[in-house]
């Protein structure tokens, strides 16, 4: 049957407003909140620090034990604000924690060692969301909370989409999670997982791509993570554009809870727990599988014809203490399928128009994590990790010859991965943090494409083989006072392969010139190995003897200079006012004489992409901007976040014409507001909104004439993203409702995407069958349910 996404909108109203005004129990019920205070250099436990529940009457508080944990117990639900403080330590205020009761409340929180002890003691109003937990970014980064992950209208639960928020930030369509960095192709994105490099954490993202439909990341297993947008701290390597590290919480270890989910992202069973009454050591674990796989086997359609996305994943964590450190072992994996088949007439062609389409990926990584402490000033972190990706396409084209694949497609990589950090506190104002990576690549690559309707296939891609990649490190803090601070370092790459290395040495000052504002700067060089199917990539030099060569065997790392300069001003309490004007100059871009209008920067952010042979690195790019964010924290149930940036990105291919990039959308607006208001005395209800209008994606026009001519696609090369499709806008809302009960948590919420159901341009392409351009437009409106239970 067929169930109408009206139908699903007024039903979920309904729902919601009986679970609104429903009779709530009188009786208040209460949590508790507990966690564990550490140093934010050493990340060894804090004994002694004072922990108070601010706006309790009496006050309640307590102080942390040997191994600085605190427990706090028959606190109301709802909304607490907390200020931990220690002697010799910058104070912090944790504001908005939410207390429910299907779950305790489990958090870590760091404290920073001030460097000057008499100075007068100010408290700061929160811990700052907007800057990153790594003490030794200064600019262009910032943290994020599962909380906002949830609260944003439009993130889906999908920390990628959550960041399309941020400001130098855009998405590349509705359909896929792919971002965009200050103009950057979404290939400079690097993943990282527990401090791993990992490969695209996405169902749906092929290798090659960072991006994908749906995240394979789970929120409820995530804790505050780092996201960085330019001149990122020297421990990041191998990425032009920014960078993604992610962290996994620790499961509850004094008592099991469990969590069940069903919506966009999928049915979900998660549990976590203590493995004894007498142990400290805990796990987490979490497996999804696809909604829409199961809906449309009862008979649902979702209006994507065959084209039904097939998925499931598994996330898990566990964590053992150890007397002087502690051993923990994660892992994350999924596969997925799908058929987009136009002989079935689907609606739902994803830009694909004319072709039947199988696909389907897998990806995983399983790490162990050991941290030691030798005393209380010096860590070490070492990580053994193996992770891979593999990814296949069966095309077949109906114009060409619908009974022989026009492409046959199978690639994989695993990596086996060696870390070692360092990190060593001198004192209150010198740190350092060094380390190495040694990646270990074995690789399998196998392409080929239907040159004749005889069944000649040429082998694009063809071969085996193995590389290893090598980074150094070392970072050094030097904090002259609690309000100016001088980060450096130097980042150094190897890969073996072909012998390509970089040197890059990376700076960030902070400077806090009067309470709540701040100037910052950084700068540094960044590199970035080639997709490595690049370097496999080969071409037909021998048509007699069907030799190929390898003519991208040897390309040398992309590379960029980062300058970044910011204001930073806290106006109040709960708002802040951010400023950062940038530079990057991109420079050792793959370009290619065969089609000199190409430049590898412009790929990316797609189910495909174009590779070119005898590439060269003589390409570059530019890339500058301004960015403004204006943000009211959670205060009183109201916040707001509105964020603008205005910048170009351009790039000059083999023929050393200077041209707009693919992802020079030149400007960006995003507003996002809500309230929450407190239902009975133990429920919440919240509403969200969120507005994005944004510059038109560029176009790369197609040659009807020559399309026609040739019976396949063909592109206006000369006019390469000269123009933009339409300029982009769509509004989003929320609407969540969380019924606490005695041991029981109940969610639901609504998203309501494109609620004006405004029409976006996805892409444009040639659709052989019908010898025409064919326009596919982004999501409609759509509203998607999600119902979640904690007990």
Sequence with gaps: MK??????????????????????????LTQTFRGRVIDAYTELPLPGATVLILGSDPLIGTSTG???????????????HVQVSMMGYQPAVLNNLLLRSGRELVMEVSLTEQVIVMEEVVVRPDIRKDQSTNEMAVVSARSFTIDETERYAGSLGDPSRMAANFAGVTSVSDQRNDIVIRGNSPLGLLWRLEGVEIPNPNH????????????????????????????????????????FDIRMRNGNNQQHEFLGQMGFNGFELGAEGPFSSNSQASYMANFRYSTMEVLHAMGMDFGTGTAVPKYKDLSFKVNVPLKRGRLSVFGLGGDNSIAMLANQDDESQYGFSGLDLYNSNKMGVLGVNHVYYINDDVRFTNTLAVSGIESTADIYDLSFDPDNQRIKESLGEVR??????????????????????????DV??????????????????????????????????????????????LHASRLFFNNSQSVEPRIGVKWEFTEGQSLNFGAGLHSQA????????????DTLHMVYERTNRNLDFSRGLHLVTGYDRLIAADHRLKLEVYYQKL?????????????????????????????????????????????????????????????DAGFRGYDGVWRNSAFNNNFVFNALTGYEWRVGRNSLLSVDLKMVYAGGHRKLPIDEEQSLADNALRYKWSESYNERFPDYFRLNGRITFRMNRNSVDHEWGLDLQNMTNRENVFIQNWDNNKKEVATHYQMGFMPMMTYRIYF
């Design 204 to 243: 749906f993202g092929s290798i090659g791509t960072t991006g994908g439909p749906i995240s394979m990341l789970n929120i409820n297993h995530l804790t505050n993570s780092d996201f960085y947008t330019g001149a990122f701290p020297a421990e990041y390597g191998n990425a032009l554009a920014g960078a």
């Design 530 to 541: 080639q997709m490595k199917a690049v370097y496999f990539s080969q071409r037909l030099t």
């Design 587 to 647: 420079y050792n871009i793959p370009v290619a004489w065969r089609r000199p209008e190409f430049s590898l920067m412009n790929q990316g952010g797609g189910y495909s992409f174009h590779l070119a042979d005898n590439m060269e690195n003589a390409g570059i790019g530019e890339n500058k901007g301004v960015e403004l964010t204006l943000e009211k924290f959670l205060n009183k149930g109201f916040y707001y976040l509105v964020t603008a940036s205005v910048f």
């Design 66 to 80: 040997i191994n600085g944990d605190f427990r706090i117990d028959g606190l109301p639900l709802g909304r607490i």
């Design 416 to 441: 086996y991965t060696f870390s070692s950090k360092y990190a060593h506190r001198f004192n209150s104002r010198n740190y350092l943090n060094a380390g190495i990576v040694y990646d270990f690549y």
């Design 444 to 489: 399998h690559y196998t392409g080929m494409q239907l040159d004749n309707p005889e069944g000649t296939y040429l082998h694009y891609l063809d071969n085996s083989g193995n590389m290893g990649f090598a980074r150094l490190f070392a970072e050094w803090q030097h904090r002259f006072s609690d309000h100016l601070s001088l980060s450096s370092g």
């Design 3 to 28: 169930l109408s996404f009206l139908t699903k909108f007024i039903s979920t109203i309904l729902i919601i407003i009986f679970l609104a005004f429903s009779p709530t129990e009188a009786q208040e």
